[in-house]
């Protein structure tokens, strides 16, 4: 069993988690058509994934906590990103 910090355990996970947050942000800026947003969105993604990148090659372990993290990234952001139900929607009674 290969040995875990839980402090760097900790970091990759909250790495992850922005970095996913970052990339759904890009996302929704390219699915705009928001060229700055978009470019700036994609710079802070790869600046932030440098840290996951590098922190979890050096054992594998670290792989699941970088998952975790994307995960809870992705949720987050996409919660976010939600409307209320019936804002802006003239469909709804």
């Known amino acids: 069993m290969p040995h875990i910090d839980p402090l760097l355990a900790v970091g990759v996970s909250i790495s992850t988690a922005a970095t996913d947050a ?3 942000m890009f996302n929704a800026a390219v699915s705009s058509r928001r060229r ?3 470019a700036t ?3 802070i993604w790869y600046l932030l994934s440098a ?3 590098i922190s979890y090659t050096k054992n594998w372990v670290y792989v699941c906590f970088a998952a975790a993290g994307s995960w809870v990234g992705a949720y987050l952001s996409m919660t976010l990103l939600r409307k209320p139900k019936g ?3 003239l469909s709804t009674p």
């Open 41 to 43: 969105w994609s710079s």
């Open 51 to 53: 840290f996951a990148v």
């Open 22 to 24: 970052v990339y759904v």
């Open 87 to 89: 804002a802006g929607d």
């Open 36 to 38: 700055l947003p978009a």
